[in-house]
Structure formats: structure tokens, C-alpha cells
């Protein structure tokens, strides 16, 4: 069946670091990929997506890139900010379980000043 | 967003007692789904509906059951409640079947079972 899995947290960073998530995932077809942030006492949020292989999605700094070839899809920004302290969760949607979202179990980061 | 509103945001009740989670949205999303979340276990799928009495089973279903009278609201019930089930209920939709369209999830529910 289809899964997720992510890198284990959490992750601490000093302000402007490098910061790279790792997500690989299992699927049975063709799955479009997504990448979602949550803040202390908030809902999940689409943070970006990307639908078909080699497609990268980007939004506030973020990065992620479908690779279809590595089944991966490592969630990057180059310079991170205390503002991103937040829960990141990697999912996939795919058309044979088009009802289904399959999350990974999230990755907590601290970013400290 | 998709304008996703719970009630309530937080619930304390006694093991044994029928609970229930609203969720509604503003968006006429055709797909509702509830979630609940915890601490290893990422987010668990409960049920969905996918339009108007018309729902399906998820995951981790048992002790659960859902209503869809209207688009716009979806109900969560635990028929009795037991410690088990403390955890932080999110509901979410979507507009359309395709897989491609994200989810939108409302700002969860804190249940906690006592």
C-alpha cells in the first residue's frame, strides 16, 4: 500500500542554517506530492505541491522536488528563519486512492536565534 | 482559505459519555474527511464523505461514525467516549476527486477523555 516516511525530529537550527527534510514515500501509481506546515495550535497548511516527476514546488523559501527516480521528495530552504519553528508533514494523493491523503509523521523544527 | 470552522476547539468529557465534533465549511467542497492526531502517528484518516450521506470509513474508524446532512457540515461522533480516543481531531476537504487538488484542514479539535 501506499506510505510515507519521513526524517526523524526534532531538528534545531541556528537562524540562516541550511535546512533539508528527507521524505521518501511508496506508492502504487503515480502520486502527486505535497508538503505541509503546522504552527503550535493551528491547522495543517499547504505549503507546496508538485504533481508529476522532476516538477519542483516552491513557496516562502521552501523548495521540494519530485523524484520519481529516488522515490523522494526532501523538502530544502536555503537560509531558515525562527518563523518557520513549525511541525512539516510530507503527503501524497495519488489517482488509484484518489479519497486518501497518506501523511508521514511530521518533523517538528526549532529554529533558535 | 477554505474557511473551515470546528467547534468546539477544546472538550473535556468523562469516559463512557457520546461526543460530538462539528466541522463546517464555506467553500461547497464536495470531500469532507476527519483526522485525528497524535504524538508517532502523524495523522490518522477516521472517516470521509465524499458528498451529501454519502461517507466512508478510514483507518481507524472504530468507535466513530460520521453525518453529512448538508455540503457544508460534517460530523464527528464518538459514540463512547474512551481514553483511547484523547487526541486532537482535524477536519479537512477538498474541493473536487482529483487527486492533485490539496486538503484544507480547519484548526483542530482538543479532546481530551477522562
Known amino acids: 500500500g501506499d506510505s510515507v516516511t519521513q526524517m526523524e525530529g526534532p531538528v534545531t537550527l541556528s537562524e540562516e542554517a541550511f535546512l533539508t527534510i528527507n521524505c521518501t514515500y511508496t506508492?502504487?501509481?503515480?502520486?502527486?506530492l505535497f508538503w505541509y506546515v503546522q504552527y503550535p495550535g493551528e491547522g495543517l497548511q499547504l505549503l507546496l505541491k508538485?504533481?508529476?516527476?522532476?516538477d519542483k514546488g516552491s513557496n516562502k523559501g521552501f523548495e521540494a522536488t519530485y523524484r520519481k527516480e529516488t522515490t523522494s521528495f526532501h523538502l530544502e530552504k536555503g537560509s531558515v528563519q525562527v518563523s518557520d519553528s513549525a511541525v512539516y508533514f510530507c503527503a501524497l494523493s495519488e489517482l488509484n486512492t484518489g479519497n486518501q491523503f497518506y501523511f508521514g509523521t511530521g518533523t517538528s523544527l526549532t529554529v533558535i536565534p | 482559505d477554505a474557511g473551515i470552522t470546528q467547534s468546539p476547539r477544546h472538550k473535556v468529557t468523562e469516559t463512557g459519555t457520546p461526543v460530538t465534533l462539528r466541522c463546517h465549511q464555506t467553500e461547497n467542497h464536495r470531500y469532507m474527511y476527519w483526522y485525528r492526531q497524535d504524538p508517532g502517528h502523524g495523522l490518522r484518516l477516521i472517516h470521509y464523505s465524499y458528498g451529501v450521506k454519502d461517507t466512508d470509513k478510514g483507518e481507524v474508524s472504530d468507535g466513530y461514525s460520521v453525518s453529512r446532512s448538508k455540503t457544508e457540515d460534517f460530523l464527528l461522533t464518538l459514540e463512547s467516549a474512551t481514553s483511547s480516543q484523547t487526541s486532537v481531531y482535524f477536519c479537512?476537504?477538498?474541493?473536487?476527486?482529483?487527486?492533485?487538488?490539496?486538503?484544507?484542514f480547519g484548526n483542530g479539535t482538543r479532546l481530551t477523555v477522562t
Open positions: 506508492a502504487t501509481g503515480y502520486p502527486s
Open positions: 479537512a476537504s477538498r474541493p473536487g476527486s482529483s487527486y492533485n487538488s490539496p486538503l484544507h
Open positions: 508538485a504533481t508529476k516527476a522532476d
